[in-house]
């Protein structure tokens, strides 16, 4: 062991290596992240890490899980599940735009990298589904009757809106079009709520 190294309950030590490599992707994107330099970061030595996840690629994973995890929880409360329709799209299209506000660099992790592409990891693809299905619940219980690749295409558009929303504003390529008087929330949120609406026109 390394001097001054410090030492940890096995448990202990993975949840401090992920904490922390969040708050470095946080800071400075998930490109630059190894395994060397968390171990350097937390204070462990260099092989410690290693114990956790086989290489960069599994951190890389089972950090993108936990932002999947904290994304999806808040949407699946009595609150947000017992909504009409139009509300529950709503309330998580905002969820997600909200998300993807305040960690924007973790969501380019969870849809926009060596996870996604060339081939989505297929512990990603779960999550991923799990929030297609919630939107596709809503659409489901408001028109019921329609074929279900009509039922799905509208939840395509509506996703696509919200997720193409949100990319747009993390790459500030909206507000030099927008009005100053109007704040840029107002103005998502509308768009949110008229993209639910499209969605469940009959």
Same mark, same amino acid.
Not at 158 to 187: I, M
């Given at each position: 062991?390394?001097?001054?190294? %410090?030492? &940890?309950? %096995?448990?202990?030590?993975?949840?401090? @290596?992920?904490?922390?490599?969040?708050? +470095?992707?946080?800071? /400075?994107?998930?490109?630059?992240?190894?395994?060397?330099? =968390?171990? /350097?970061?937390?204070?462990?030595?260099?092989?410690?890490?290693?114990?956790?996840?086989?290489?960069?690629?599994?951190?890389?994973?089972?950090?993108?899980?936990?932002?999947?995890?904290? =994304?999806?929880? #808040?949407?699946?409360?009595?609150?947000?599940?017992?909504?009409?329709?139009?509300?529950?799209?709503?309330?998580?299209?905002?969820? &997600?735009?909200?998300? *993807?506000?305040? /960690?924007?660099?973790?969501?380019?992790?969870?849809?926009?990298?060596?996870?996604?592409?060339?081939? =989505?990891?297929?512990?990603?693809?779960?999550?991923?589904?799990?929030?297609?299905? *919630?939107? @596709?619940?809503?659409?489901?219980?408001? @028109?019921? *009757?329609? +074929?279900?690749?009509?039922?799905?295409?509208?939840?395509?558009?509506?996703?696509?809106?919200?997720?193409?929303?949100?990319?747009?504003?993390? %790459?500030? =390529?909206?507000? #030099?079009?927008?009005?100053?008087?109007?704040? #840029?929330?107002?103005?998502?949120?509308?768009?949110?709520?008229?993209?639910? %609406?499209? *969605?469940?026109?009959?």
């Amino acid at each position: 062991m390394m001097a001054g190294a %410090k030492t &940890y309950h %096995k448990e202990d030590l993975r949840r401090d @290596l992920l904490a922390t490599a969040r708050d +470095m992707i946080a800071q /400075q994107g998930y490109h630059t992240l190894s395994l060397r330099g =968390l171990a /350097q970061k937390v204070g462990v030595t260099s092989g410690a890490p290693y114990h956790h996840f086989s290489d960069r690629r599994a951190l890389l994973l089972a950090i993108a899980i936990e932002g999947f995890e904290d =994304l999806i929880r #808040p949407t699946q409360t009595p609150d947000i599940l017992k909504l009409p329709p139009f509300d529950r799209l709503v309330a998580l299209g905002r969820a &997600y735009l909200d998300f *993807a506000q305040h /960690q924007p660099r973790l969501m380019e992790l969870m849809y926009e990298s060596e996870l996604t592409t060339p081939a =989505l990891a297929p512990e990603l693809l779960v999550y991923q589904r799990q929030g297609s299905q *919630a939107l @596709l619940d809503a659409v489901t219980e408001a @028109l019921p *009757a329609n +074929m279900l690749n009509d039922r799905i295409s509208r939840v395509v558009g509506y996703w696509s809106t919200v997720y193409g929303l949100a990319v747009l504003r993390n %790459k500030g =390529l909206l507000q #030099p079009h927008e009005p100053k008087a109007v704040e #840029p929330q107002d103005t998502d949120h509308l768009v949110i709520a008229r993209s639910a %609406k499209a *969605a469940l026109q009959p």
